[in-house]
Structure formats: C-alpha cells, structure tokens
C-alpha cells in the first residue's frame, strides 16, 4: 500500500464567490476518504534532471506548481456544449512526489500510477521532463497486467534516443518501454512528429519496431483530435477496457502558444487544438492516465504555457465529466 501522505500537499489558493465556483475549490486535498470517492487524481512529478541529462534547458521542475496555479483560478463550467460540469465530478490533487533523485522520483511516481490504477482512477500527472512517462507507463501496465496497454504520445520529437552513459533521460522514455517490452510497438503512436528536429534513424528505429507514426503535417492536416480518436481506436482494437494512456509534450505545440517548455517549435499543433484533443482524451472511455509534461515556467511568457496546460486539464476533466453520456 502506498502511503499517499508523504507526498507533498497541493496549494490551490483562491477566492471566490459562491456563485463562480473556481477549480481551486473544487480540487480536494488528499485523505483516505476523499481518495476512495474520487475519479480523478492529480499529482506532480517535479524534476527536470532528465531534462540536464540530456542537454536541454531545466525548469520543468516547476512546472507543476505554475499549472496548478492556473487550475486554480479556472471556473468549473465548460460551457453549453458540455450536459455535465467539473462539479459532477470528484477531483483530488495528491500533491508532488518527494524531491530526491530522478530515479527515487520515478519510483515512487510509479507505485503511485500502478495503486491508483489498481483503484480504478483516472490519473493526471505533471511534469517534470519528458522521462517520467517511462516509470509512469510501467506503472498503468504493472496494473493492467496481462491485458496490456495502449500508448499514445504527442510530441514534436519521437524521444526513441539510447540512454547516454547508461542513464534514462527526458529523450528516451519511448525507447526503453518498447525495449523492455511493456509497450508493443504496434499499440504505440506517436502523434506530431515534425521534421527537422528528429534523426532519420530514429524515425527509421521507430518504423522497424512498428510504432504509428504521424507526422504534424498529417496530423494537423486531418483535424488533431479526429486523428487522436482514429489512433486511440486503432491501437485498442476499439475495446474500451484496454487502458490507454495519454502522453502530451507541451513543445508538440507551436512556440507562439506554448513558449515555456524545454524546447520551443517555431511549428506546431495550435493552443486550440492542444484544447480539443484534451476534451477528446477525456471522452474516451479507454484513457486512464494523461500526463503534461515539459511546461518549463522559467521561459514562459506572461504564463501563456502553464494557463494553456491547466486549460487543458480542465478540457479533459470536462471530457471525463461527460464519458459515459
Ligand atoms: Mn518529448
């Protein structure tokens, strides 16, 4: 059993009037109680030395505090398109996963996955660098078990690179799941591929052990999150008991719209569609865990990338909100 009280409490501070229910309120801190009733969980996985160790610019450390600082002060209506609001919904923030090493972080960021998982939540986890989807990912499929899983990552960058000097690093995370065998490259895809920011070897290495690769260009061209539900159905054979788990690189999106991450695109997805696909992922019955990661504060303008985030955490929330009706 894991002990969920030695994360880290989330701050959600707002105030507001009875009548604008915000985010920040609704959100509950964690108890037993209020764990067991819960659909949603968030919690933090704040490290960026995967980001160091692979030469990129640190600052993902902070990327947990500075979405939830935008969740706060969203309001809980989705507007008249949804039947049902975040209110319909219950909602615990865990917190962050103790500051220690990256692979004591990863650790403890997977046993949360694999008990939460095992709970029946459906699991919002924050970065950090682009590594944690790999101690993330391992934990849904220590879950799943023999049912396995489907993967879906939406990026700039494929993130199949080798490890450097025998370490994990935010650009290996998809390597390492299909070398070990927790994800079968064929429930694997890559959604937002761009060009010259990827090797073609590494496009190549990803081809040869099957993985679905959709490049920008395809997948802006064909709406995103039509593109996201016709691979999502591909990669689950369209059963909604196979856990699907939803990976999204903040720099998948265009740098005029998401400046703060580790590595801005002059090209990419539009904040809107980032937004849609969000709300999409939250429909699907099939997804049990969405991470957001690389939001890097630092390089943020204005907090352009981290209300961007939090508004697609509230898309997906309302998404949820909204599944089964
Ligand atoms: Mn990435």
Same mark, same amino acid.
Request: glycine share 10%.
């Given at each position: 059993?894991?002990?969920?009280?030695?994360?880290?409490?989330?701050?959600?501070?707002?105030?507001?009037?009875?009548?604008?229910?915000?985010?920040?309120?609704?959100?509950?801190?964690?108890?037993?109680?209020?764990?067991?009733?819960?659909?949603?969980?968030?919690?933090?996985?704040?490290?960026?030395?995967?980001?160091?160790?692979?030469?990129?610019?640190?600052?993902?450390?902070?990327?947990?505090?500075?979405?939830?600082?935008?969740?706060?002060?969203?309001?809980?209506?989705?507007?008249?398109?949804?039947?049902?609001?975040?209110?319909?919904?219950?909602?615990?923030?865990?917190?962050? #996963? %103790?500051?220690? $090493?990256? +692979?004591?972080?990863?650790?403890?960021?997977?046993?949360?996955?694999? !008990?939460? @998982?095992?709970? *029946?939540?459906?699991?919002?986890?924050?970065?950090?660098?682009?590594?944690?989807?790999?101690?993330?990912?391992?934990?849904?499929?220590?879950?799943?078990?023999?049912?396995?899983?489907?993967?879906?990552?939406?990026?700039?960058?494929?993130?199949?690179?080798?490890?450097?000097?025998?370490?994990?690093?935010?650009?290996?995370?998809?390597?390492?799941?299909?070398?070990?065998?927790?994800?079968?490259?064929?429930?694997?895809?890559?959604?937002?591929?761009?060009?010259?920011?990827?090797?073609?070897?590494?496009?190549?290495?990803?081809?040869?052990?099957? #993985? %679905?690769?959709? $490049?920008? +260009?395809?997948?802006?061209?064909?709406?995103?999150?039509?593109?996201? !539900?016709? @691979?999502?159905? *591909?990669?689950?054979?369209?059963?909604?008991?196979?856990?699907?788990?939803?990976?999204?690189?903040?720099?998948?999106?265009?740098?005029?719209?998401?400046?703060?991450?580790?590595?801005?695109?002059?090209?990419?997805?539009?904040?809107?569609?980032?937004?849609?696909?969000?709300?999409?992922?939250?429909?699907?019955?099939?997804?049990?865990?969405?991470?957001?990661?690389?939001?890097?504060?630092?390089?943020?303008?204005?907090?352009?990338?981290?209300?961007?985030?939090?508004?697609?955490?509230?898309?997906?929330?309302?998404?949820?909100?909204?599944?089964? #009706?």
């Amino acid at each position: 059993m894991v002990d969920f009280t030695l994360l880290s409490a989330a701050t959600y501070s707002i105030q507001s009037l009875p009548e604008d229910p915000r985010l920040g309120q609704l959100i509950k801190q964690y108890s037993l109680k209020a764990l067991e009733a819960a659909d949603v969980v968030i919690f933090g996985i704040p490290t960026d030395e995967g980001i160091a160790r692979n030469g990129g610019r640190i600052g993902a450390s902070g990327g947990p505090s500075a979405i939830r600082a935008a969740l706060a002060k969203l309001t809980t209506y989705g507007g008249p398109n949804f039947k049902h609001h975040l209110e319909s919904i219950s909602i615990v923030d865990l917190g962050d #996963v %103790r500051h220690g $090493t990256l +692979e004591a972080m990863h650790d403890e960021a997977r046993s949360n996955i694999r !008990e939460l @998982s095992t709970m *029946g939540k459906i699991i919002v986890a924050l970065g950090g660098g682009h590594d944690i989807t790999y101690p993330l990912v391992k934990g849904l499929s220590e879950a799943s078990g023999s049912k396995g899983l489907g993967l879906i990552n939406v990026d700039a960058h494929l993130d199949v690179r080798p490890k450097i000097e025998g370490k994990h690093h935010s650009g290996s995370s998809f390597r390492l799941l299909i070398d070990e065998g927790i994800v079968q490259g064929s429930r694997f895809c890559e959604i937002g591929i761009q060009p010259f920011v990827n090797a073609e070897a590494y496009y190549e290495w990803a081809i040869q052990h099957g #993985v %679905r690769v959709l $490049t920008f +260009e395809d997948a802006t061209t064909s709406h995103l999150p039509t593109a996201f !539900e016709e @691979s999502a159905f *591909g990669i689950t054979f369209g059963d909604d008991s196979t856990p699907l788990y939803l990976s999204f690189d903040m720099d998948a999106i265009r740098a005029a719209d998401a400046p703060g991450v580790s590595a801005p695109a002059a090209v990419g997805f539009l904040a809107e569609e980032a937004f849609e696909l969000s709300v999409a992922a939250g429909l699907n019955r099939s997804v049990k865990v969405f991470d957001i990661v690389e939001v890097s504060p630092k390089y943020d303008a204005d907090g352009r990338t981290s209300r961007l985030a939090a508004r697609m955490i509230a898309g997906f929330l309302a998404g949820v909100a909204n599944r089964n #009706v």
